[in-house]
């Protein structure tokens, strides 16, 4: 007995959760959903469909789990609460500022359907949130730093390809080493966002843009880029294909934290990501989390969930037992 | 209503419980138990109850979790099944060979008392088994390593003072750095157990003992010993008093993976830990825990848990809505 996914949305995050799919023998692939004419794509799984998101409702039976792999600044916030009334589902919403309210949408909408949706599932949010809440809860006497890069974000980059006159853009987080060094050296220095990282975005603009409103556009725009200190450079098509196809990305979540009667011992806790491609990987973190949320469904649960109310054992198809004796 | 805990052991261990549990304001001291005269313990919170263990029973009702801190080899195959007919119990049993007939023999016990008992709870076995799991999970395309050190191992030390004729022991695992920067690069090395550390042990032996035959104990302890190359001193205990009274560690769970469909991207997970004191460290683990098997309880749950059974947000004073808003 396979679980059965279906996927929302045929970009990069969707491609990688095909991929994923495939590395877990006891997850198959139903139906590949899209807004475009389904003719026009082409996927590799050769037993899956391709329909259009018009029909997504008329597979409610054949499918366990359906991954939504929009984006965060507009699809998200529409699709997810929409299709937790019909399916269990998950997405990877990473607009932290916005986590409750769309949190709050998405419960509503699976509480009355009898669905789970499992939202901001990814490495961050998700494996980063993760490791917040573990390293703070361990050592509640602390400081806690994230830093991401150097890699492509596509939220970013999705933001800067919406303003007018962009037809392509790659944002690029860069720590700033200082920063890191002093952190991990667990001097617990107080920083600010702007001297923890700093953005690179390239950018092939429309012929005849007004490339200096582009830069304004992006270097003000509000949770993405005003906090930063951001360089714009406007490139050719053909160089953003040359030098920028790749999406790598990374980064790390540090707690430093002391313990002792007197606080005299100091500890630091690190998790770090080197990741070649952040879809792939996104969509690889997605797909076994999708393996808990058809569980938790099986047991009767219903509502929102996040990564932090999942106990881990979900995410495995491993029995408890196997897990004792391999993992632990 | 703060949860009431009690210690079982007042070693190393159970010092850095009484410390931790200072650092959270949700969680309360009520007595430490001991096997010694209770007369001769001084503890640090004056509030709580000095018993000895033999009275832990008559304290069934003012403490919701208690905390064994014996050592694996002996104390807690016996006091973990015992005590968890009788309280919510945790541990920190880390023979890892030997943790499915652990587990066995608390899951009966606390199932027939309705108790919650959560074994095998610190940094190794606990959060690196927690994200060997979680990382695992995500790319199950993979390999796995473990690296512990350069620190002090409390169980091997533990061990070799059991040795006839040893009066103090202190035994550091090393890391061997090329095996380490192996498995960074992504190139997933085959390394042997004797390839991936050493171990080094500081004995101050009894005058007059057999000191060959100490080492010949040492080097070749099932389990403990036998699988590495052992480097044996024998020091004064001066000179262990004033070289080796720290009991620092740390290590690294390092996850390679590859992703996409023709596993042509790479991946790097890697979590790592530096502490200044692992019984404080490990202390710190548990209560945390302890706070989540004390939740579990109140659901009515009972048995044996594992790290791997408990939600994260479970660890965390903390509401969802907090969580969400702060963490996610």
Request: charged share 25%; with cysteine; hydrophobic share 35%.
């Amino acid at each position: 007995m396979t679980i059965r996914i279906g996927i929302l949305g045929y970009g990069n995050l969707g491609r990688g959760v095909e991929a994923a799919v495939r590395q877990n023998p006891d997850v198959e692939l139903k139906a590949v959903f899209t807004r475009r004419d389904p003719a026009s794509l082409t996927i590799q799984t050769p037993t899956a469909k391709v329909l259009h998101q018009d029909q997504a409702a008329g597979m409610r039976d054949e499918i366990d789990v359906l991954i939504l792999c929009g984006g965060s600044a507009t699809d998200l916030p529409q699709q997810t609460p929409a299709f937790a009334s019909i399916f269990n589902v998950v997405d990877s919403f990473d607009t932290h500022a916005r986590i409750p309210e769309h949190f709050a949408a998405v419960d509503a909408a699976a509480k009355k359907a009898g669905k789970v949706g499992l939202i901001s599932c990814g490495w961050d949010p998700g494996m980063f949130s993760l490791n917040r809440l573990y390293a703070g809860c361990i050592l509640p006497q602390g400081q806690d730093y994230t830093f991401w890069g150097k890699g492509v974000s596509q939220g970013h980059s999705d933001a800067v390809r919406r303003i007018e006159g962009v037809i392509d853009a790659r944002q690029y987080t860069i720590p700033v080493e200082q920063a890191l060094e002093a952190v991990r050296s667990g001097k617990a220095p107080d920083l600010t966002t702007r001297e923890k990282h700093t953005r690179e975005v390239f950018v092939v603009a429309e012929e005849g843009a007004d490339k200096a409103r582009i830069e304004r556009e992006i270097k003000t725009m509000k949770n993405y880029f005003d906090q930063y200190d951001t360089t714009v450079h406007f490139i050719s098509e053909e160089e953003m294909k040359r030098n920028h196809s790749g999406l790598p990305h990374g980064g790390r979540v540090i707690r430093t934290g002391q313990t002792g009667f007197n606080a005299e011992h100091t500890h630091v806790v690190e998790y770090s990501l080197k990741l070649d491609s952040n879809p792939e990987f996104t969509s690889s973190v997605i797909v076994a989390f999708a393996r808990a949320v058809y569980r938790l469904h099986k047991e009767g649960q219903t509502g929102c969930k996040t990564v932090f109310d999942l106990p881990p054992a979900y995410l495995s198809p491993k029995s408890g037992e196997e897990l004792r004796a391999s993992l632990l």
